[in-house]
């Protein structure tokens, strides 16, 4: 069974870096047939994908248009894990951060975390 | 970007009712279609994938149907516990894209 866990701050000021990091459990971060993504949720703007990475003899990543420039998303297969980073921030990236995997076989979001709040406050 | 466009926003309907949700895509997303199941408080759960086939462990109360453009979430014999927020995405391209979603009240 595949158990995503996200852990960050939940408390981001303005213009500074909202960094989280998923954990995988169950499957492996290098798996060739997933990709591990970002997605968040606000009243304002329902469910958004942010961006995925993931590994097919090398590694890719993608990312929305909408926060391509400020985004980093990066595997970390030491304790198989991924990270997304958001710089910039405004109170308009408020929202609940999940993590989810991108199953390559039905290509659905099969797994996902129980998100995390960040708020983005001075 | 492919626009996933619900209607209604939300509805009201009572036990043992059946309930017709729709998803409409701005383009023909084939039948890369799934609908996505979020109880309050909770992460979207996957219910139909491929527009019409379930997902393991969802009840056969749950159905899905469609291609191209216009696609319909079934619930027949609506039960207390599908109180929740539906959720269609189109896997046809990236970026996935999600509707705003359809809440149902019981």
């Known amino acids: 069974q595949v158990q995503l866990q996200e852990s960050g701050p939940g408390l981001v000021k303005p213009s500074q870096t909202l960094s989280l990091t998923c954990a995988i459990s169950?499957?492996?971060?290098?798996?060739?047939?997933?990709?591990w993504n970002w997605i968040r949720q606000s009243p304002s703007r329902g469910l958004e994908w942010l961006g995925r990475?993931?590994?097919?003899?090398?590694?890719?990543?993608d990312y929305a248009v909408s926060v391509k420039s400020r985004t980093t998303i990066n595997p970390d297969t030491s304790k198989n894990q991924f990270s997304l980073q958001l710089n910039s921030v405004t109170p308009e990236d408020t929202a609940v951060y999940y993590c989810a995997r991108d199953s390559a076989v039905t290509a659905t979001f099969d797994y996902w975390g129980q998100g995390i709040l960040v708020t983005v406050s001075s | 970007d492919i626009q996933m466009t619900q209607s209604p926003s939300s509805l009201s309907a009572s036990v043992g009712d059946r309930v017709t949700l729709t998803c409409r895509a701005s383009?023909?997303?084939?039948?890369?279609l799934n609908w996505y199941q979020q109880k309050p408080g909770k992460a979207p759960s996957l219910l139909i994938y491929d527009a019409s086939s379930l997902q393991s462990g969802v009840p056969s109360r749950f159905s899905g149907s469609g291609s191209g453009t216009d696609f319909t979430l079934t619930i027949n014999n609506l039960q207390p516990e599908d109180l929740a927020t539906y959720h269609c995405?189109?896997?046809?391209?990236?970026?996935?894209?999600f509707g705003q979603g359809t809440k149902v009240e019981i």
């Open positions: 995405q189109q896997s046809y391209e990236t970026p996935r894209t």
């Open positions: 169950g499957d492996s971060v290098s798996s060739n047939s997933a990709a």
């Open positions: 990475t993931y590994y097919r003899s090398k590694w890719y990543d």
């Open positions: 383009q023909s997303v084939r039948t890369d």
